[in-house]
């Protein structure tokens, strides 16, 4: 019976966490990037309706 059990990898199934491994210096808080966008947006739309 126990020939016939699955082997899954260690610790995560093999999968890894960047979180872990790297910190970034410079962090960018997710609003910062949602306002960015839509000002993108609106200049885009600015300069297409003239």
């Known amino acids: ?5 699955i082997a899954l990898p ?3 199934g093999g ?3 960047y979180s872990d491994e790297f910190k970034s210096k410079m962090q960018i808080k997710p609003m910062y990037v ?8 609106a200049i885009e739309i600015f300069l297409r309706l003239r």
């Open 1 to 5: 019976m126990a020939k016939n059990q």
């Open 10 to 12: 260690a610790a995560g």
């Open 15 to 17: 999968l890894m966490r």
């Open 34 to 41: 949602v306002i960015a966008i839509v000002i993108v947006i």
